[in-house]
């Protein structure tokens, strides 16, 4: 069992920074892929960027090049690091771990983590 707990969120004007913690509790940490996703108001979850257990990363598109994701395995810790937000990245940030093991899908969640982009 994995417990996840998010924290940084806030509110933050266009263009400004943001920087997203997700503490785990649990065993074998490295061994789990994090993932940060976000739900708008009114819209799906959607993934927005993933990080293996020996450091591979993704992102969706509209997040590249302002988003960074780190992992600190000692710390049992992924960040979000958001740079130049934009409005349309307000929504409730998820922490996700998931593995596949013994042939079993495992799937954890955190209570999620308000980021309102607004002037």
């Known amino acids: 069992q994995v417990q996840l707990v998010e924290s940084g969120g806030g509110l933050v004007q266009p263009g400004g920074s943001l920087r997203l913690s997700c503490a785990a509790s649990?065993?074998?940490?490295?061994?789990?892929?994090m993932g940060w996703y976000r739900q708008a108001p009114g819209k799906q979850r959607e993934l927005v960027t993933t990080i293996t257990g020996d450091g591979s990363v993704n992102y969706i598109d509209s997040v590249k090049g302002r988003f960074t994701i780190s992992r600190d395995n000692a710390k049992n810790t992924v960040y979000l690091q958001m740079n130049s937000l934009k409005p349309e990245d307000t929504a409730v940030y998820y922490c996700?771990?998931?593995?596949?093991?013994?042939?079993?899908?495992?799937?954890?969640w955190g209570p999620g983590t308000q980021v309102t982009v607004s002037s």
């Open positions: 649990g065993r074998s940490f490295s061994t789990y892929t």
């Open positions: 996700n771990a998931a593995r596949l093991w013994a042939g079993i899908r495992q799937a954890y």
